[in-house]
């Protein structure tokens, strides 16, 4: 993970602009695609980390051991499939400890009752919906159904463009997710707006010839596309 002293050093680059929402708001009609990632950009979880959930799975079910099973059915997971970009939901569920099997609902549970919705961002996207085309482009292994529901739960209505790696079997980190989205909409990246919080993954959206809004810790940063 890259460290924040790593990310705000990058960001002191002459390519990183800071903004505020309505500057946001004012550039979103410019652009024929606005697309948004979910975690950390759409919606937070209120735990401190991303593993947090398994933890609050444990205390309800009342299985201990059950946390620390689930982060290694994950990791387990990723080296059989290692040839793929992404795994699923399922295929880390295949691997946990038999004790555990069942309790794939208890953490999509979770994952809705710990998170609420970026009332930031949520104004950009109800923006951008009215105005413009939007999509959804994420790094998750998470269902993509069950994804585009967990967000109309939290109040992004009218979804109907939903990219998610563990669908496709691409991640923004390569760029190839951004690259489906970019031709599965027959657009040219220029024509993209990206808003997401990782600068690695999201930030592919530059290197691809999309504009890209980082969103970290509550603020917002214009990133010009490669030329």
């Known amino acids: 993970m890259v460290s924040n002293k790593v990310i705000y050093n990058a960001l002191n680059k002459d390519n990183h602009k800071r903004i505020n929402i309505d500057d946001v708001v004012a550039m979103v009609s410019m652009y024929r695609l606005v697309s948004f990632d979910i975690f950390d950009t759409m919606i937070f979880r209120k735990v401190k980390k991303p593993t947090d959930i398994f933890n609050k799975v444990e205390e309800a079910i009342g299985q201990k051991g059950f946390a620390n099973a689930r982060i290694q059915a994950e990791r387990k997971a990723r080296t059989v499939h290692s040839a793929s ?19 794939w609902e208890e953490e999509l549970k979770a994952e809705e009752k710990y998170t609420y919705a970026n009332e930031c961002i949520k104004k950009i996207y109800e923006y ?4 413009n085309n939007v999509a959804i482009c994420s790094d998750m292994y998470l269902p993509k159904d069950y994804l585009a529901n967990l967000l109309e739960k939290k109040g992004y209505v009218g979804i109907e463009k939903l990219y998610v790696s563990a669908e496709h079997m ?6 190839r997710l951004f690259k489906y989205m970019i031709s599965d909409n027959k657009l040219k990246a220029d024509e993209i707006l990206h808003i997401g919080d990782n600068l690695q993954s999201d930030g592919k959206a530059a290197d691809l010839g999309m504009d890209f809004i980082h969103f970290i810790d509550g603020q917002m940063f214009y990133v010009k596309r490669k030329q």
Do not use: L, W
């Open 128 to 131: 951008a919906y009215a105005n």
């Open 85 to 103: 970009e992404e795994i699923t939901f399922n295929q880390i569920y295949e691997e946990i400890d038999d004790d555990y099997v069942g309790i």
């Open 170 to 175: 691409r991640t923004k980190a390569t760029g």
